[in-house]
């Protein structure tokens, strides 16, 4: 049974297996997870919340990480960010999302945008911004099956790549 929620005190293991199977993969960053591994999971979980609340965001805007359940097991998130910064209308956007590699391609990447695209109309929001890299056909596709229209493709300075911004009306 999938379900979406935040991250809860009982789901250490289920969040530990999720985040390797990122590093089984080869892959060290994980898009939209902005835990830190010097963290404890508790302190993981707290931060998270504090941030969805709008606390101790530091750089940050407020943002809610959510998670895709299917069972007990992790199989995807989204960090919504409840506004934009400057830097956020460049790269990153409302709404970045992963899904774990064993679980890719199964429809599970267009969940996480649907639900989050519910989320920003919780928060009154008329559209949303999403951004990915124009290399990573899948992510453009879910995102165009939600509704995106491409605005551009520009070079992010700071991090010396390519994004591709797209704008889903809610």
Same mark, same amino acid.
């Given at each position: 049974?999938?379900?979406?929620?935040?991250?809860?005190?009982?789901?250490?293991?289920?969040?530990?297996?999720?985040?390797?199977?990122?590093?089984?993969?080869?892959?060290g960053e994980i898009p939209a997870y902005f835990g830190k591994p010097e963290w404890s999971f508790e302190q993981t979980v707290a931060t998270l919340a504090a941030w969805a609340r709008g606390e101790e965001l530091g750089d940050f805007?407020?943002?809610?990480?959510?998670?895709?359940?299917?069972?007990?097991?992790? /199989? !995807?998130?989204?960090?919504? +960010?409840?506004?934009?910064?400057? $830097? %956020?209308?460049? @790269? =990153?956007?409302?709404? *970045?999302?992963? /899904? !774990?590699?064993?679980?890719? +391609?199964?429809?599970?990447?267009? $969940? %996480?945008?649907? @639900? =989050?695209?519910?989320? *920003?109309?919780?928060? !009154?929001?008329?559209?949303?911004?999403?951004?990915?890299?124009?290399?990573?056909?899948?992510?453009?596709?879910?995102?165009?099956?939600?509704? !995106?229209?491409?605005?551009?493709?520009?070079?992010?300075?700071?991090?010396?790549?390519?994004?591709?911004?797209?704008?889903?009306?809610?």
């Amino acid at each position: 049974m999938l379900r979406f929620g935040p991250l809860t005190l009982s789901e250490e293991p289920a969040l530990t297996t999720y985040l390797r199977g990122f590093a089984d993969a080869g892959e060290g960053e994980i898009p939209a997870y902005f835990g830190k591994p010097e963290w404890s999971f508790e302190q993981t979980v707290a931060t998270l919340a504090a941030w969805a609340r709008g606390e101790e965001l530091g750089d940050f805007v407020a943002n809610t990480t959510v998670f895709l359940r299917d069972g007990d097991v992790l /199989v !995807g998130h989204y960090n919504f +960010r409840h506004e934009l910064t400057p $830097r %956020l209308e460049q @790269h =990153g956007g409302h709404i *970045g999302y992963s /899904v !774990g590699p064993p679980f890719r +391609r199964r429809g599970f990447g267009s $969940r %996480l945008l649907a @639900h =989050g695209m519910d989320f *920003g109309r919780q928060l !009154g929001l008329p559209r949303i911004l999403v951004t990915c890299s124009p290399d990573n056909p899948g992510s453009i596709g879910v995102i165009r099956n939600q509704g !995106g229209v491409l605005q551009d493709t520009i070079f992010f300075e700071p991090l010396e790549c390519q994004v591709s911004r797209f704008w889903v009306e809610l």
